[in-house]
């Protein structure tokens, strides 16, 4: 009987491809369960309850923050987000690989709750990269790419508080070696 899986938590600087990577990883092994978060924010065009994300009002985040029932939380643009502990702890129990796709402030939650919890640090190739992806999308003011671009440097400095780092120079390797860490394949 092997020991119960760790909780594996995938994080790094926007723009860096985390998302891109567990979509990939996801298709190639659906059976590794990517934690649905709570969020304060209305649903999007084509977004379900429960499958994109658990739609919550103020009051009820509210709620969760106060019984203890979120791993972790933040507040981004206006709307908080939040990991439901039970969900996380009932998976990893049943000795599934649990995924979390968080960012800094989430991971640094994470390892002050779950000391056993495995923190992965995405990584880009070269800050000209991170660069290139932040202002590649063209849909942002110059304002909103400085601060980005600003926020991306702190993130990148918090990199040594991570169990190890992956460099996204390749998305279906990222995902591999991520697979392998957990155990997966």
Do not use: C
Not at 32 to 51: C, D, F, N, Q
Not at 134 to 158: D, F, M, N, Q, Y
């Amino acid at each position: 009987m092997s020991e119960r899986p760790r909780l594996t938590v995938l994080s790094g600087p926007s723009g860096v491809g985390k998302s891109t990577v567990v979509a990939h990883m996801r298709k190639e092994h659906p059976e590794v369960w990517l934690s649905v978060s709570a969020t304060t924010r209305k649903p999007r065009p084509g977004e379900r309850h429960g499958v994109h994300y658990f739609f919550v009002t103020d009051e009820e985040m509210d709620k969760l923050i106060a019984n203890g029932e979120l791993l972790e939380w933040a507040e981004f643009a206006g709307n908080r987000y939040g990991t439901p502990r039970a969900a996380v702890l009932e998976r990893l129990e049943n000795g599934e690989a649990v995924l979390l796709e968080i960012d800094l402030q989430g991971a640094r939650q994470v390892r002050e709750s779950m000391s056993d919890a495995r923190l992965v640090f995405l990584a880009p190739p070269s800050w000209e990269e991170l660069v290139r992806r932040l202002t590649g999308r063209g849909t942002e003011s110059p304002e909103v790419i400085e601060r980005r671009l600003e926020a991306a440097r702190t993130e990148l400095a918090a990199e040594p508080e991570f169990d190890m780092t992956l460099v996204n120079t390749s998305v279906e390797d990222v995902a591999r070696e991520l697979l392998a860490l957990m155990d997966v394949v």
